[in-house]
């Protein structure tokens, strides 16, 4: 059986090789990707973000249990950042996860930034396609909690989860105008602690603050509205918190079906302690209900264009890159003209002129 | 300190005024000038800040005879294999001249699986005895009457049951509790940021400390309720500043979940002991042990309005640095253990073990834990010693380095204050992260050279021979797996059963848990059943991923 | 172009003195590993399965409850028995001479005791690692 085949059956050892490879990019990772590329797109994938120490870990691990209680599988893709200094990186995330560790139905891999800004590793889109490939039912992705607005992770995942904990502190102040408009759903974690109702409070006062500016209707239901299951008619609790918005009988927003955007959805503020498993069991319901809404509304097409074009953007700029590492003549050529950027005597988009230049000539 | 700006008063016309390097400092990082001088204790106040022994604020001891009236106690921790074994070991070292027993536990015991779990495979008797039930228990005091021993028994997060049986075995002797006294080592907070055999998480912990706390003053009033050790700390890489501060911090804890149970200070605080590391560094131990007095003596008088001056002399037990030792040349480690001792002797310990010489290598052998013991004895009757009490006061540099090491911990309970306390800054990693990264400075300076340890950095000796050490019976885990399900099938099991039930009923409220335990332990109740009704009812606690 | 060398930093066992492990976690990343750590308290079976969904090239396994002579050679059984068959295994710990033949027997490479050079151990680990890179 060749690779793919094994990971196309699911296999662990083959999924945990093919990921190897193709995280280093080779060349088998490459024909591996092409092999299976027909095969993905099952899959639900969740970004997990938000700042550090919130919890994420614990509440994948938590969430991966919740899901395997309801027989699907389940796929963990967890980042740590690569020390700047020695390339090394400690990837610790396994310490929380402690849940799935022995069930088959549940596949965890670290993987390392090596490099890559903005709490991602570069290879994440490549790894999820091959544990969507292997079967996995959700995957889910946790990035860095690096305390950024992690945009990446919303372009790369199906629901997008953002992750905060009662009393952080005025840095969360800021980082909350960033975070708003890349969660689907949002989570206040250690709700065990104090000051979680108001966190809740208030991130709620400014999603909707936000949903406001944008100009769509009110009023929204809230989540403790949605479960308490306000539209007529509903068939499963995805159905009904789905229906939040465009169809539900109090929303009636516009624009469902025509976006990505979250035309019609209206994040649920979760409240959880993930040491306990406390609330988790209503996240698992609000993701399926994200995915319920985004097919329903033509929101998951839209998602799957828009992370194709994203995903060719990112791959062409990784290969331009390498063309330019790649050739002796084109990399002194690309010396040369940074140099002289920097000494003023030409400008940047000239110099990224004569490079493209330089590879299209270089490859014909 | 004052390297730059020392007049070099030791430089003479002719001699060389280069030192051998940069500069010196104690092995903790704290400076050391090339000499002290009266200024440097210029604010020293007798009364205020040294005192005589066994007077306020007991900097030189909290006794007024100390040793011209008790030695300390000679106490070397033992503990392997089965029950019948280390009662074997136990006699042994009474004969030989041993004053007080110390209990080692195997891990499955330390952490609360039965010796038939699976977790705990390979592990049963490996590293202290294995006890299971009050039938281990009894057979591990065998012929020991327990009103003529003091006993010590290193376990903390469930010592509330291992208590319980060794209360049962008194019962069974026929000894009143009233005549048994030793300690338990009870200390959670410590589990938490340095050694971390904790099942329950914090406050639940807290609970059980302070339910034996209360249990014992009523019932059992000569037992040491706690030993609140900076050992482990210590071990984990911490600095003897971290140390002290440490785990003062978390005797201050402790006092406040007493009070705020409802207990009155002076009513359990007599009974709280100490537990320190002593290291390599000669003085800096003696200080940090000095200075472990003062603090402790103050704070309970003038923070927590203790009355009672028991409650402010600071009682502790010393144990030399096992991660001193080296495996290399071994036979070095005679000499470490012997400065340490006396280092803990001159800073007034209550009762010293000293390692032995193969500890890095694996369990002591006989012959090597006799070598320890005669280290103490040599140092008790042939030094002098201890003829003179805390005889390195009024030494400038002692007293200096003594006030710094003072300062510095008040400094680290601002910090821990600021947190919101010794709970917050345990659940925040606070403690973790500073004890990883002296840990880690550590490792950088021995790689470095900047410390030295004999035969590992410097002076290494190629082609060692083997040492011969003791080996633990690989058998031994179905012989203890065997006598557990003997137990079992001879007890009464419906008796267990509803034991377990009203344990796990009363962890639900708030009575004191003890006379539950203890109930359960009688009707031969396993250990991990009556941890499994504890931890159906407190949960468990999962680690920080600190490094 | 060069990858990092994966290394999973194991502790089995009932032991908790996770320091050493800590420490050499620290140093390989410092060295540019990639460094996982499995937490304290795992059995056999959590450890192998880790390795293998981590797909790493060494496992550094630390120990010091004494039951190495059990748990050491049960990891490493497993991980075969799932495929992981060009792993790279070490040992650290106390780990008396006399059990080192019988370890290396079960397919551990190097065996360091306490107060093993942190370099010697990097060193021995970047020189042994069975797997080719993938270039
Ligand atoms: N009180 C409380 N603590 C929690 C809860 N969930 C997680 N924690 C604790 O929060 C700390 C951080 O948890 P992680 O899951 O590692 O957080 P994270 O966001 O993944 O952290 P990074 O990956 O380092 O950014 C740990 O000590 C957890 O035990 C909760 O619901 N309540
Ligand atoms: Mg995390």
Known sequence: MSLADSVLAGDRRAVARAITLVENGT??????????????????????????GVGKSTLVDAVATAVRRDGQTVGVIAVDPT????????????????????????????????????????????????????????????TVGAGQAEVEVMELAHTTVVVLAPGL?????????????????????????????????????????????????????RPDEVKAGHEPGAVSTGVRAGGTGAAAGGGGAPGDGTGAGPAGWTPPVIKTVARDGEGVGELVEAFRAHRWHLARTGGLEARRQRD????????????????????????????????????????????????????????? | MAKAEVQRPGTGPGEPDSERREEFRTLSGLPVARVYRPQDVADLDYERDLGDPGQFPFTRGPYATMYRGRLWTMRQFAGFGTAEESNARYKYLLEHGQTGLSVAFDFPTLLGYDSDHPRSEGEVGKDGVAIDTLADMETLFDGIPLDQVTTSMTINSPAAILFAMYLAVAEKQGVAWDRISGTIQNDILKEYTAQKTYIFPPRPSMRLITDVFGFCSRHVPRWNTISISGYHIREAGATAVQELAFTL???????????????????????LSFFWDIHMDFFEEIAKLRAARRIWARELRERFGARDPRSWAMRFHCQTAGCSLTAQQPENNVVRVTLQALAAVLGGTQSLHTNSMDEALALPTEKAVRIALRTQQIIAEESGVPNTIDPLAGSYFVEALTDTMEAQAYEYFRRIEQQGGVIPAIENGFFAREIAEASYRHQLALKRGDVTVVGVNKYVQEDEAPQPILRIDPGIEKKQVERLRRVKAERDNARVERCLKEL??????????????????RAYASEGEIVGALKDVFGVYREEPIY | MDRPIRVLVAKPGLDRHDRGAKVLARAYRDAGFEVIYTGLDRSPEEIAEMAIQEDVDVVALSILSGAHDVLVPKVIRLCREAGADDVLFLAGGIIPDEDRPRLTEAGVAGVFGPGSDLDEIIRFTRENVRRKVPR
């Open chain 1, 27 to 52: 060349p088998e990772g490459l024909a591996l990707l092409r092999a299976i590329y027909a095969r993905t797109g099952r899959a639900h994938v969740i970004g997990v973000t938000g700042p550090p």
């Open chain 1, 83 to 142: 020390s700047p200094f020695s390339g090394g990186a400690f990837l610790g995330d396994r310490v929380r996860m402690q849940r799935g560790v022995v069930d088959p139905g549940v596949f965890i891999r670290s993987l390392a930034t090596r490099g890559r800004l903005g709490g991602l590793s570069a290879a994440a889109r490549d790894v999820i396609h091959v544990l969507d490939a292997s079967g996995r039912d959700v995957i889910l992705v946790e």
């Open chain 1, 169 to 221: 502190g005025d840095e969360i102040q800021a980082i909350k105008a960033g975070i708003l408009e890349i969660g689907d759903v949002f989570v206040v974690n250690k709700a065990d602690r104090e000051g979680a109702d108001r966190a809740v409070a208030e991130l709620r006062f400014m999603i909707d603050m936000g949903r406001w500016r944008e100009g769509a209707p009110g009023p929204w239901l």
């Open chain 1, 308 to 364: 194709a074009e994203a995903e060719v953007r990112e791959v062409l700029l990784a290969r331009l890159v390498a063309a330019i590492a790649g050739d002796e003549r084109i990399q002194r050529l690309h010396g040369d003209l940074v140099r002289r950027v920097a000494a003023r005597e030409l400008d940047p988009h000239s110099a990224a002129e004569a490079l493209l230049e330089a590879v299209r000539t270089e490859r014909s």
């Open chain 2, 249 to 271: 911090a978390d005797g201050f804890e402790y006092v406040k979940a007493g009070i705020e149970a409802g207990l009155d200070v002076d009513s359990f605080v007599p009974r």
């Open chain 2, 504 to 521: 796990a009923a009363a962890a639900r409220g708030t009575e004191n848990l003890m006379p539950y335990i203890l109930e359960a332990v």
